[in-house]
C-alpha cells in the first residue's frame, strides 16, 4: 500500500503534546552555564564603556564576554548575500541598530545572568540615527542583483499612454516580524575537539557552514542538530545570535552554555520583514487586455549586510502583457538586517500586484476573476519559457465555484447586514519553486528496517512524516520499517527548510538514494548504507517556469462606526504538485492563510522617532491573529504534477500565504468602497 497521498498524524505529534518532544532550550546537559544577552538601547553611536567589574562579584557570576574579549570572527562569514556584518557580534564598540547585542552575561543560572545582565553599566556615545524610510530616500539605490532581477519588456511607457485605463498607484507595508512560537535558543560546548552545538534553526549543514566560517574551523569541527524547531518563518534561517554567542561563552568559558533568547530580544535582535513602498502602473484596453505594467519596490536593509525582498518577481509570471518593467531599490537605515519572511517578497509583491488588479477591474467594470482569466499568459511573460504546468486558472474556478462568486454584485458597499457592511474579494498567486542539491543516506539494517539519515528540519510542518512516507515508497515497504533521523549536519549537504524547496529538495534525495540502494548488485551483507547528493541532476533539470499557484477568496464584515474588520470566511485553492500527505499539507496552508490574515488586518512594528527602538517588542503590542480572529477557513488542492522534480512534488510552504492579504484589502474595499493601501488595515484606517 502507497504511503503518499495518505493523511497520516505527525509521527511526533504524541511526544509533543504530552512535552516529550525537546527543543532547544529544553535539552538536558551536565553543568551547563547560562548566558543573558544585553542588547544596545540606542540606535545608532558608539559604546564608551562597558564597567564589567560592578557584576563579576554578583552571586554566580562567571564573566562577561564584550568588543573587548570576545573572540574574533571572520569577517568573510555570511550567508546568500555574501558577507553579514550583522553576524559580527562583540566584534567592536560600534552600535548600527536598537536592539544589537553587545555584551553576554555568563554565569552559573539563569537568574544570575538575568540579574547581572539588568544591573550592567553601559556608556554611550550617541550618534543621530536614521529610520525615515521613504522611496524618496537620497540613499535609495538599485537593489542587488543575485535574484528578482530587472525587467524590460516592450515599451512601457508607449504602451500606458495608449491604455484606455491606467491604474498608477502606490501601496506600503511595514516592517513585520517572523513571531515563530519558540524562541530561538542555542547550547554550545566542545567535545572531541569539535564545536557541538543543539540550535533552533532551519538548517542544520547550511548553520554549520556559517559558523564555521565565523570561528574559522573547518567543517568537520562544527557540529549542529535541531531535533525539533517550534516555527521559523524564515527567521531561523540565518546564524542566530543564541549560537554565535554561546558559541564564544563555551570557547572562552570551557563548559557548555545555553543562550536563550527572551521575546523581546528575539524582536530586537532577529531578523524581519523590512518597510516596503510599491509602485505599481498597470494599462489596459477596454476589454481588459493588459498593455502594460509597471511595478517598482522600495524597501529597508541595514548596512551590515546585502538583501533582497523580491517583490517584483510574481510580477514577472501572473499575467499576461507585452510591456513589463521592473525595478527594485534598497535604502540603508539603521535597522537590524531584514530576513526571508513568510514568501519573502512575492508576499508584499502580491498584495501590490494584486490589489492593483483589483483596481483596474473595478474602473474597467470588468469582473475582478475575468478580468485574470482574459491575462493568462500561454509562456512566461519576461522569461519566454514554457511553464511546467500551470493550474492558477484551475485554482480560479475551483475557487469561484465553492465560494459561490457568479452571484456577486461586483459595486461596492451595497451588502448591509445591519450595521455592518459585508464584503468578498480574491486574488490570484504564484510562488516559485524547484529544489536545491541535498544529500541523504539509506541503511538497510539487520533487521528489515531501514534507516534514512538528511539533514532536513521539521519546523513543525509534519515534514518528518512526509519523508517518512516518501523513502517508504521508495523502498517499496511499510513506513513501519522507516527509522528517520534528521536536523544532524554530518548528516551531509542539505538545503534547509524555505523557500519552499525544503520536501522537493529531500524527497529528491531520498528517492535517488533508495534507488541507489535497491540497485545493489547480488545480496549484500547487511547493514549496507548507501549516500545519493543530488547536485549533478539538478543541472539536467530543463529551464522552464516553475511555479505553485493558488486562488483566494475572502469574505469580510466591517463595522463604519467602529473600524472593526472581521474576516468570515477564506477559502484557498492550490497547486502544490503531488500532494504528500493531504493532512499536514493542508494544515501548512491554512496555517500560511492564517499568516496572510495576520498581514491584512494586524502585524506592524512600530518604532519610537526618538530612540528608534521597537515599542511593541512582544505580543501584547505586535498583534498577530488571535484564534478569535481565525474564521472558517477552506482549503482544497487541484489535481497537479511537477515534470521532473521526483514525486511531482512542489513546495506548498509559502503559497498559503501569499495571496491572502489582497484577497482581504480587496474585500474589505468591496465591503466599503474605500481602497486600502496601506496594512495592516487597522481600526483608525477604517472608522468612518
Known amino acids: 500500500m502507497k504511503a503518499i497521498g495518505i493523511a497520516q498524524p505527525r509521527i511526533e505529534g504524541r511526544a509533543k503534546v504530552t512535552g516529550n518532544a525537546r527543543y532547544a532550550a529544553d535539552e538536558p546537559m551536565r553543568e551547563p552555564a547560562h548566558g543573558w544577552i544585553v542588547t544596545s538601547t540606542v540606535s545608532r553611536g558608539h559604546i564608551r564603556d562597558i564597567d564589567v567589574s560592578a557584576v563579576l562579584d554578583m552571586p554566580g557570576v562567571l564573566g562577561v564576554l564584550d568588543h573587548t574579549n570576545a573572540p574574533r570572527l571572520n569577517p568573510e562569514a555570511g550567508g546568500f548575500f555574501g558577507p553579514d556584518g550583522g553576524l559580527r557580534l562583540l566584534q567592536d564598540n560600534v552600535v548600527p541598530f536598537a536592539g544589537r547585542p553587545i555584551a553576554l552575561v555568563v554565569a552559573e543560572t539563569l537568574e544570575q545572568a538575568r540579574a547581572a545582565a539588568g544591573v550592567l553599566p553601559v556608556t554611550y556615545h550617541e550618534e543621530p540615527h536614521d529610520l525615515d524610510f521613504s522611496a524618496d ?30 491604474v498608477d498607484e502606490r501601496y506600503h507595508t511595514p516592517e513585520e516580524h517572523c513571531g515563530a512560537m519558540e524562541p530561538h535558543a542555542a547550547i554550545a560546548w ?63 568559558f ?58 517584483t518577481e ?112 480574491l486574488a490570484a498567486t504564484s510562488f516559485s519553486n524547484g529544489a536545491f ?15 534514512v539519515a538528511i539533514g532536513a528540519t521539521d519546523l513543525g510542518t509534519g515534514a518528518r512524516t512526509a519523508l517518512t512516507a516518501i523513502a517508504a515508497d521508495a523502498l517499496e515497504t511499510g513506513t513501519e520499517r522507516i527509522r528517520i533521523q534528521l536536523s544532524d549536519s554530518d548528516h551531509g549537504p542539505t538545503w534547509n527548510a524555505g523557500g519552499s524547496r525544503g520536501t522537493t529538495s529531500w524527497a529528491w534525495a531520498i528517492t535517488e538514494a533508495a534507488a541507489k540502494l535497491r540497485a545493489q548488485p547480488g545480496d549484500p551483507a547487511l547493514p549496507v548504507t548507501v549516500t545519493a547528493d543530488t547536485t549533478h541532476l539538478l543541472g539536467e533539470l530543463p529551464s522552464m517556469e516553475r511555479h505553485a499557484y493558488s486562488a483566494v477568496f475572502a469574505e469580510v464584515t466591517v463595522d463604519p462606526a467602529t473600524g472593526e474588520v472581521r474576516v468570515r470566511r477564506l477559502l484557498g485553492m492550490f497547486a502544490v504538485g503531488q500532494v504528500i500527505n493531504p493532512l499536514t499539507a493542508r494544515s501548512q496552508v491554512v496555517g500560511g492563510m492564517i499568516g496572510g490574515l495576520s498581514m491584512a488586518l494586524h502585524e506592524e512594528g512600530i518604532r519610537d522617532p526618538i530612540s528608534g527602538r521597537q515599542v511593541n517588542a512582544d505580543f501584547a503590542g505586535y498583534h498577530i491573529a488571535a484564534h478569535a480572529d481565525v474564521p472558517d477557513i477552506e482549503a482544497g488542492f487541484v489535481p497537479d504534477y511537477e515534470p521532473g522534480i521526483p514525486l511531482g512534488i512542489k513546495g506548498a510552504g509559502e503559497i498559503g500565504n501569499v495571496g491572502t492579504a489582497a484577497a482581504i484589502a480587496n474585500a474589505v474595499w468591496h465591503a466599503t468602497g474605500h481602497r486600502h493601501r496601506t496594512l495592516p488595515i487597522r481600526l483608525d484606517r477604517v472608522v468612518e
Request: hydrophobic share 40%; aromatic share 6%; net charge neutral.
Open 137 to 166: 530616500h537620497p540613499a535609495a539605490r538599485p537593489a542587488a542583483t543575485l535574484f528578482d532581477l530587472p525587467a524590460d519588456v516592450g515599451d512601457v511607457d508607449a504602451a500606458l499612454a495608449e491604455s484606455a485605463v491606467v
Open 190 to 252: 566542545w567535545e572531541d575537539e569539535r564545536l557541538q552545538a543543539i540550535d533552533s534553526n532551519q538548517g542544520p549543514f547550511l548553520i554549520a557552514n556559517t559558523l564555521a566560517t565565523l570561528f574559522s574551523l573547518k567543517l568537520d569541527q562544527v557540529r549542529i542538530r535541531a531535533e525539533h524547531v517550534g516555527g521559523a518563518f524564515g527567521g531561523k534561517g540565518q546564524c542566530g545570535p543564541q549560537l554565535i554567542l554561546a558559541a564564544m561563552a563555551t570557547t572562552r
Open 254 to 311: 570551557g563548559r557548555p552554555v545555553r543562550v536563550t533568547l527572551t521575546r523581546d530580544q528575539v524582536f530586537l535582535s532577529t531578523g524581519m520583514r523590512p518597510r516596503i513602498d510599491q509602485r505599481l502602473r498597470i494599462g489596459a484596453d477596454a476589454d481588459g487586455r493588459l498593455r502594460a505594467i509597471h511595478h517598482e519596490a522600495t524597501f529597508a536593509i541595514s548596512p551590515l549586510a546585502e538583501y533582497i525582498e523580491g517583490c
Open 314 to 425: 510574481i510580477t514577472k509570471t501572473l499575467y499576461a502583457a507585452p510591456a513589463i518593467r521592473t525595478r527594485l531599490h534598497a535604502v540603508p537605515l539603521d535597522v537590524l538586517p531584514p530576513c526571508s519572511m513568510r514568501g519573502p517578497g512575492t508576499t508584499p509583491g502580491s498584495f501590490a500586484l494584486e490589489s492593483a488588479m483589483d483596481e483596474l477591474a473595478e474602473r474597467l467594470g470588468i469582473d475582478p476573476l475575468e478580468l485574470r482569466l482574459r491575462n493568462e499568459p500561454t509562456a512566461g511573460p519576461v522569461s519566454g519559457l514554457p511553464f511546467s504546468g500551470r493550474n492558477v486558472v484551475a485554482c480560479l474556478r475551483a475557487g469561484a465555484d465553492r465560494f459561490g462568486w457568479a452571484g456577486r454584485d461586483h459595486r461596492p458597499r451595497t451588502r448591509w447586514e445591519g450595521p455592518l457592511l459585508v464584503g468578498t474579494g
Open 437 to 451: 542539491p541535498s544529500s541523504a543516506s539509506i541503511t538497510a539494517e539487520t533487521d528489515g528496517t531501514f534507516t
